[in-house]
């Protein structure tokens, strides 16, 4: 099971992520981060770019692989997922941006793509902390419900909740979002040696459930950290409303030993 940390708000959450990182770029220069768009890594992104600032950290090396991107739309699109990842994590960690990948959602190229994007990250050696969120329907990357488990970097179909989601990054028009995407496939995600998904609000608190309390199922992609054997969860008490288990996360977080990272 998945460390689960229940935090005060996704501040102090992106902290805990930004401490972990840091470190790994100071242990390893050219580590291999996994990034990840929407609203849930932002914070986290910010205390990471503040801890690079203070610990003056030589990030030249580092390198980075996205989860997933829109079919179909130009990356130049405000609202691509390779603008979007250019915006909230290259340039304020001064990131090399030629050594930050993002899926290619070119629909000419898109059919080998996939395989592509897995090769180049075996090639990299790995990720080595993967951030995620996670979608209301339980989807990680865009793997929506139903996913396969063992799923490599592929085209999928954007499910209809995922595009009234998302509709709030295009003018609130749902005909605007795109309907494929190109994504990390879950066995793809489970490679990644360390998993740290973010989850914040009400919003995500069934899915948060049945991502750690739930049974793993392809219905709920997310469950299959369950079987990840270095993941950890951070979500807000909201998110943790429904836990059954709060209790005991409180207090086997609050026993970790010092010496322990997450
Ligand atoms: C999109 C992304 C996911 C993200 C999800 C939740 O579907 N493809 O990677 O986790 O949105 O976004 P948010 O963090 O804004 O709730």
Known sequence: MAEIIITKDE???GE???KCVADLIENKPDAVLGLATGSSPLAAYRHLAAQVKVRKLDVSQVRGFALDEYAGLDPAHPQSYRSTITRTVVEPL???????????????TIKDAGHEYDAAIEAA???DVQILGIGTDGHIGFNEPGSSLASGTRIKT???QTRIDNARFFDGDVNQVPTHCITQGIGTIMK???LVLLAFGEGKAEAVRETCEGGISAFCPASALQL????TIIVDEAA??????KDYYRYAYAHKPAWQQI
């Open 16 to 18: 805990i992520y930004a």
């Open 192 to 194: 990644a040696r360390h």
């Open 94 to 108: 001064g990131l090399d941006p030629a050594k930050v990948h993002v899926p290619n959602g070119n629909l000419e």
């Open 228 to 231: 990840h054997p270095h993941a």
């Open 125 to 127: 050696g790995g990720v």
């Open 158 to 160: 954007l499910a209809e």
């Open 240 to 245: 943790a409303s429904k836990l059954a288990h």
């Open 11 to 13: 501040d102090a959450a």
